[in-house]
C-alpha cells in the first residue's frame, strides 16, 4: 500500500461501509418521492422562460426581467454545496425536507409577488430550495445503494431533468396563454406537498452516516462570494456591461481574490469547508473537471444550439425546439445506457472515454459545414452527440460518490453539482462572447434582436457558430482528458463479478 497522505487519509473504496441493507419497498418509496422532488426543481429552471414577457408586463417592469433567473441561477448554484456540507453534518431527512419546504414556500412567495423584485427576491428563496434537493437526492442514492447498484438510479436523476428541460417551455407557455403566469408557481404546491408526505416517513429508515462537526462559515462565505462573483460577471459581461469595463473586472478580480482566500482557509482551517482527505484525493480532482467541461457543455448547447439553427440554418423557433428534443433524447438514452454499464463492467472507464469522442464528432462535423445541414440532418447529429455526452452524468456522479467515505457523500455530492452547474455558467458566457462580442451591449433587447438577424445574414453567424463548435469540442476533449487521468477503483456491492484467483490476489 501506497505511503502518501491521500492513501493513509482515504482508505480504499474496498473498505469503505457498505449501506446498512434497507428493504425494496422502502427504496422504492424513496426513490419515488426524491424523483419528484428532483423534477419539481429542474422544471422551475425552465418553465418561466415563457412567461416572461407576460409577467414583465402584468408588474410593469420589463427592463428587470433577467434578475427573475439570474436570483433563481445565483441561489441555486450555491446551494448545491451547502446543503450538501450541512447534510453531513445534520442527516439527510431534515435537509430534504427543508429544502422541498424552502422550495414550496418560495414558490408560494413567487405567486402572490405584487412587485417585480419582490418576485426576484421569491426566486432567490425558491432557488435554495431547489438547489438543494439534487445534491440531497443524489446523496439518499448513495446511501441506500452499494456503488455498484447506484449507476442505474442516478441515471434517472438526469432524466428528469432533461425531461423538465423538455416539458417546462411547453408548460410554462401553455399555462401563462390560458389560466395566468402565476400557475408556473401554483402548480409546485401540490406536487411539492405530494414529494414531502411521500419522503417523510420513508427517510426515517435512512442509514445514518453524518457526524457532529463544526460548518466553517468563513470558508463557506467565501466560496460563496467568489462564486457570486463570478456569475455576476458572466451574466453581466457583453450583456450589460464591456467584457473590459471597470464593473466586468471589477468582479471578476474580486473573485480571483476570493477563490485565492477560499484555497488558503482550506489550508489552515481546523475543520474546512471541503476535507482535505478529498481535497487531496486526484480521483475526485479529475472528476470534478470532468464534470466542470462535460456537463457546462452540455449545459451551453442546449441554449444556444435552437440559436443556431435560427439564425445560420435560417429555421422557426418550432423547429429549433424538435432538434433540441433530439439532443435532450439522444443524452437520456445515453445517461440510461451509462447507467446500465458502469454497473456491469469492470473497466467503467470505458463509457465515458466511448462516448465523449461521439460529442467531439459531432461539434467538429458541425464546424466544418455550419451552413451545409438541414434541420433533419442538424437534429440526427445532435442525438448522435447527445448520446455520447449523456453517458457523463451518472458516470461524474457515480465515480465521485464511490471515492470518498460514507460521512463525506453529501459534500462530495454538493460540490460536484455546484462545479457542475458553475461549468455551465462559464461556458454559456464563453458561447455569449462569441455570438454576441460585435454588438452594442448598451442597446435595448429590440435593438440587439435586429441586429442579430440582420447583421450580415446568415453566412456571418456560420463563421461566429463555427468557433462555438470549435470551442465545444476543446471543452469536451478537456473533460475527455480528465476521464482518462481517473484512477478506476471497483464499484463496491452484490453487483460485483466474482474474480479469478490469480486478479483476487493482485
Known sequence: MSSSNSVAEIPPPDRHQTPAPVDQATVRAIIVGIMLAMFLSALEQTIVAPALPTIGRSLSDVENLSWVVTAYLLSTTLATALFGKLSDIYGRRALMLISVSVFVLGSVACALAPTLWA??????????????????????????????????????????????????????GLLTDYIHWSMIFWINLPLGAAALLMTNRALLRLPRHERPHQLDIVGAGLMVGAAVALLLALSWGGSRYDWVSAPILGLLGTSVLLWAL??????TAPEPFIPLTMVREPVVGAIVVAGFFGIGTIIGLSIFMPLYIELVLGQSASASGLALIAFMGGATIGSLTAGRLLS?????????????PLGIAMLAILALWPDRFSIMEVAALLAF??????????TT???????????????ATGALNFFRQLGGAVVVAVFGAIVLGGLDVHASGTVVLERLS??????????????????????????????????????????VRPRSAPAAAE
Open 119 to 172: 418576485l426576484v427576491a421569491a426566486r432567490a428563496l425558491q432557488g435554495l430550495g431547489g438547489g438543494g434537493i439534487l445534491p440531497l437526492a443524489q446523496t439518499v442514492i448513495a446511501d441506500i445503494l452499494s456503488p455498484r447498484e447506484r449507476p442505474m438510479v442516478q441515471s434517472y436523476s438526469s432524466v428528469m431533468f432533461m425531461s423538465a428541460s423538455i416539458l417546462g417551455p411547453v408548460l410554462g
Open 262 to 267: 477560499f484555497v488558503w482557509r482550506l489550508m
Open 344 to 356: 456491469r463492467l469492470e473497466h467503467y472507464k470505458r463509457v465515458p472515454v466511448v462516448g465523449l
Open 385 to 394: 452527440g447527445g448520446l455520447g455526452m449523456g453517458t457523463m452524468y451518472p
Open 397 to 411: 456522479t457515480v465515480l465521485i460518490q464511490n471515492a470518498v467515505l460514507p460521512h463525506q457523500l453529501g459534500t
Open 454 to 495: 440582420g447583421a450580415g445574414g446568415a453566412a456571418n453567424f456560420a463563421i461566429l457558430f463555427r468557433w462555438v463548435f470549435i470551442v465545444a469540442a476543446s471543452f469536451l476533449a478537456a473533460a475527455f482528458v480528465a476521464v482518462l487521468c481517473i484512477v478506476e477503483r471497483p464499484l463496491r456491492g452484490p453487483a
